[in-house]
């Protein structure tokens, strides 16, 4: 029912957690993309965002779902750095997100910034799931790409299959002390309760269509209400980057995650020293699938609605901040929106 997914704001899913254990390659996989080759050290440095609609999600998600079963529109996926000199990001990644996946190598196992994933997401009440990666690097696995994760399990040699069991135990006992109640998701029945692990390998693609599934799912049955807000408003977004765009200038990378941007509204943005009041010159979208940080073909639109993530063109960016505040003005004074700006 296109009416009713229209009026469903997107969910935003944070992905979050240790440095190399597999955020960006997670994403790629979803995607179809290759941004990680792209990628300094292939460390994560800004934070991205990824607009992935629901065709796409249905499609990877095979037999495992019904697409008729969802009105929501999509998901935006929030791609974070865990090199542990990026916390602030993390925070702010964390922040804007409804849910998130936090990514942990089955072989690593609980590192530091796994465990800083978990204090963000408790201090943020969000919730999660937890993608037990690289199920492919156990001793003896036999790869099926892109199958659901039980079929594929089913397959491996015993030695192999109490291998991978014994370290999601582990996770699942780590989880636990951390005082969350885990267990491998097939078997949780109510996901605000506990925690769903997801066994899976970005690089092979088996127990991805697992993972959207339970994302999804997820996303539909705990976050409907919260989704079925007005996106009209004027817009609320955060900064993720001030870049410079060929053409445009000074420009900001923000994730809008209330109300609407048109392309002729007047904005507040947080700046360096006091809020920057400027109008949009041009509101630049990414396609579908696209990282907004590798993008470069976008597409100038007259408005931008929650969730999403835009370029915004607009006069006097040089001293904007990445993690501030970006408000539209629309009717409302001035004055009144520089004090919330300021506020934040
Ligand atoms: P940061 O953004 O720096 O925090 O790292 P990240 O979590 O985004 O990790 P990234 O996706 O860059 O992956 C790190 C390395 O692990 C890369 O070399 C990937 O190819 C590899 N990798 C990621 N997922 C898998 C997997 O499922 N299996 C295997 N074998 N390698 C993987
Ligand atoms: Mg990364």
Do not use: C
């Not at 690593?108 to 994933?117: K, L, M, R, V």
């Not at 949780?188 to 999804?216: C, H, K, R, Y």
């Not at 915004?312 to 700006?341: F, K, T, W, Y």
């Amino acid at each position: 029912d296109t009416t009713e997914s229209s009026s469903l704001r997107t969910p935003i899913v944070a992905v979050l957690g240790h440095v190399d254990h597999g955020k960006t390659t997670l994403l790629d996989k979803i995607r179809g993309s290759a941004v990680t080759e792209g990628e300094a050290g292939a460390i994560t440095q800004h934070i991205g965002s990824t607009a992935v609609p629901l065709s796409v999600i249905g499609e990877m998600a095979g037999d495992l779902v019904d697409p008729e079963d969802f009105d929501l529109p999509g998901l935006l996926f929030i791609d974070t750095p865990g090199h542990h000199s990026f916390s602030t990001l993390r925070s702010r990644g964390g922040a804007l997100a409804d849910i998130a996946i936090v990514v942990v190598d089955v072989t690593d196992g609980f590192q530091p910034q796994t465990e800083e994933a978990l204090d963000i997401l408790r201090r943020t009440q969000t919730p999660f799931i937890v993608a037990a990666n690289k199920v492919d690097t156990i001793p003896g696995w036999n790869p099926t790409d892109d199958q659901p994760i039980q079929a594929s399990k089913e397959r491996q040699p015993d030695r192999v299959q109490s291998d991978l069991d014994e370290r999601l135990y582990e996770l699942i006992g780590q989880l636990s002390d951390e005082g969350f109640s885990a267990d491998f998701y097939w078997r949780v029945q109510n996901f605000q309760n506990n925690i769903g692990v997801v066994p899976l390998s970005a690089m092979t693609g088996e127990g991805v269509p697992d993972l959207l599934t339970v994302l999804m799912g997820l996303s539909q049955r705990y976050l409907k209400e919260e989704m079925a807000v007005d996106v009209t408003g004027p817009g609320a977004g955060t900064v993720l980057e001030v870049t410079d765009e060929r053409g445009f200038g000074t420009t900001i990378d923000a994730v809008v995650y209330d109300g609407t941007i048109r392309a002729d509204d007047q904005l507040v943005v947080g700046g360096l020293e006091e809020p920057i009041v400027t109008e949009v010159r041009a509101l630049l979208q990414p396609r579908p699938l696209a990282e907004i940080r590798t993008e470069k073909e976008f597409e100038k639109v007259d408005s931008v609605a929650a969730a999403a993530g835009v370029k915004i063109a607009a006069p006097d960016l040089d001293d904007a901040m990445a993690g501030a505040p970006v408000r539209v003005v629309r009717d409302r004074p001035v004055e009144e929106v520089i004090a919330e700006v300021e506020a934040e």
